[in-house]
């Protein structure tokens, strides 16, 4: 009687871990089926005029004139991603040897801000602006550069670059270099053009002088 006991007892034990093992098999080999969910539809781009339609916008006045359609479908827009939105350069005017642009911040609310840059006319006279000539976005390191031809060599002008600060959606000058169109002397990178900021010794500053329509178009 004692063995028959026992045989009773092992039955629901072998039932429990044939049930455990079915169980663990299902969920390898046939796991349960994931509710389809819809897929959110992809941004909707903007064109080139509806963009332009947000920057008199945000600023009256800036980037009035019109551009051949050619010239705007090569580039009329240029959009790179950052953390939390992306940036757009929107051509706004086109000169004889060189372009200005208009740099719009667009967070994920689909906020706009077109952001300004601070130019250098010397040393101790700056303004800010933003329609700029010869700017350009870096994504890898999301530094701004601007570039001003003097004339259409590109041997004199000025050179800005700016670090982009997401939180504060603005454009930090780290550098700017100038030097004046009727400076003697060869060819120069304009890397090594001479620096007005930062001052490259304390006390000293460079005799260079650019008006301000050499640079870009003032921000208002």
């Excluded at 967070?107 to 000539?133: A, Y």
């Excluded at 890397?191 to 260079?208: I, L, M, N, Q, Y």
Aim: charged share 25%.
């Amino acid at each position: 009687m004692p063995k028959k006991k026992k045989k009773k007892e092992l039955v629901p034990l072998a039932i429990v871990l044939l049930a455990v093992v079915v169980f663990i098999v299902r969920c390898i080999f046939f796991p349960p089926l994931k509710e389809k969910t819809a897929l959110a539809p992809p941004i909707q781009e903007k064109t080139y005029l509806q963009w332009l339609e947000i920057i008199h916008q945000l600023e009256p006045g800036l980037c009035e004139g019109s551009l051949p359609e050619e010239i705007i479908n090569q580039q009329g827009i240029k959009q790179h991603r950052t953390e939390e939105g992306k940036i757009t350069l929107v051509l706004c005017t086109v000169y004889a040897y060189q372009e200005a642009s208009v740099a719009i911040y667009s967070d994920k609310e689909g906020n706009h801000q077109i952001i300004s840059f601070r130019q250098f006319i010397n040393p101790s006279e700056t303004f800010g602006v933003k329609s700029v000539l010869g700017l350009e976005y870096d994504k890898t390191t999301h530094i701004f550069t601007t570039f001003s031809k003097g004339r259409g060599a590109g041997d004199c002008g000025a050179l800005g670059k700016y670090q982009f600060n997401e939180k504060t959606k603005s454009a930090e000058v780290i550098e700017f270099r100038i030097k004046e169109c009727d400076q003697p002397g060869s060819y120069q990178e304009p890397d090594s053009w001479p620096k007005v900021f930062p001052a490259e010794r304390v006390g000293f500053e460079p005799t260079v002088t650019l008006q301000p329509h050499t640079l870009s178009k003032r921000a208002r």
